[in-house]
């Protein structure tokens, strides 16, 4: 099915506040969700097929959790998972534009400008490299 939402899922806080609102959107279209969690080990360490293993090991494990989450907000949405064996930016996008999605859902990373800068951020290349809609999701507030 072409349109889907695409969520891209690591886990942590920011990918959860992502999860609720892409739940929300694909089921005010009607749309499937699709939680992708891209990984590519650092080739710089040597032998990197049990590491590869690992991750993806836990990324399955990031799906199931994104899933049942997923469930528990709307049971009547549709969830797929696909572990993607590459960066996480590259991996949302290819999946975009795999199931020509309608939106592409990421959590704003609260690693700070300079981390960011560093590190890397998945979230700023998505938004600036998508040729479709990217909404980035905040952390709700704190009261």
Do not use: C, W
Not at 7 to 31: H, I
Not at 38 to 48: A, R, W
């Amino acid at each position: 099915m072409a349109g889907e939402i695409i969520l891209g899922y690591d886990g942590l806080e920011e990918s959860r506040a992502a999860l609720k609102a892409a739940v929300q959107v694909a089921a005010a279209f009607g749309r499937h969700l699709v939680v992708v969690f891209g990984y590519e080990p650092n080739p710089l360490g040597g032998e990197v097929r049990d590491l590869r293993h690992a991750i993806r090991e836990i990324g399955a494990k990031f799906g199931e959790e994104a899933t049942q989450l997923a469930h528990g907000f709307d049971a009547s949405v549709a969830v797929e998972v696909e572990l993607v064996d590459d960066r996480p930016a590259e991996a949302i996008l290819r999946a975009a534009e795999e199931h020509d999605a309608l939106l592409i859902v990421v959590g704003a990373e609260s690693r700070g400008p300079i981390a960011g800068s560093l590190l890397g951020s998945a979230t700023y290349q998505v938004v600036h490299r998508s040729p479709r809609p990217v909404l980035v999701v905040p952390l709700p507030a704190e009261p």
